[in-house]
């Protein structure tokens, strides 16, 4: 007689004419068939469920790396003319008049001046400002009231406003100031990466930020005002990385989930069905 490859099979079917169908065996089967479609569907909401994790480390930046500037501001009562952006920081960048990637739109029919553009500053503390410094004729008079659309730091990464400060300086309105006032900014910066789940990585900024406006003077004259935005990078850098459990870990726990179900299931079902029979014994005087 040849080799027999189904000696090997552990999973023996018994005929169906030997099987016993019972009511409490139909209640547990349908009770656990229930309660594994309900596990199932939990299992597959947390599997599809992501989760974000932050880590936190010191930043080694490197001497050329830059951070890119973007600015959107109008001064409804300065003409165009006057206007002009200067740009300093620690490592002794002193730039009056930068026009490099910047536009000036005329408002209010040549009276204000909406001005934007985007520029890149050294990894260092530093300011911008916006002044009448590099205007070859000053104007008769100063008024800075301006508004402030936009000032971003980095890539504008609005997925993730809910996670940290990434809600840039925006829509801040001092329309209403007096006309000689200066404006300073403070912004302080945290570096921020955020990688999604697809492993690709976006450099970003937390911000936290105050303002304040005032006359200023000096040794019997009055400083020339001007809008400052003065900014400093933490060392510390913040990483957001989304997450997902692996597939085999779903798949482990579904078979998990499936196999002890049935065999709980089993063994509850042959406890009543012996005790039952127990029972019907008993009644019948054949207990022994």
Known sequence: MGFDVRRFDIYRKIPKDLTQPTLTGAIVSITSCSFIVFLLLVELSSFLTTETKN?????????????????????????????????????????????????????????????????????????????????RIQPMSYDFAHEIHEIRFGENVTTVESLGAFAAPSNIDMTDKNADSSFDYYIKLVPTIYQSLDGSQRHTYQYTYANKHYSQHGHGHRVLPAVWFRYSISPITV?????????????????????????????????????????KKAELGKLS
């Open 55 to 135: 880590e936190m480390f010191v930043d080694q930046a490197g001497v050329d790396e830059k951070v890119e500037v973007r600015f959107n501001i109008s001064l409804i009562r300065l003409s165009c003319d006057y206007l002009g952006l200067d740009i300093q920081d620690e490592m002794g960048r002193h730039e009056v008049g930068f026009a490099g990637n910047t536009r000036k739109l005329p408002i209010h029919d040549g009276a204000g001046c909406r001005y934007e553009g985007a520029f890149l500053i050294n990894k260092v503390p530093g300011n911008f400002h916006l002044s009448t410094h590099s205007a």
């Open 239 to 279: 990483k957001y990385t989304v997450t997902r459990r692996p597939f085999y870990h779903f798949i482990t726990t579904i078979c998990a989930i499936i196999g002890g179900a049935f065999t709980v299931a089993g063994i509850i079902d042959s406890m009543i069905f012996t005790a039952s029979e127990i029972f």
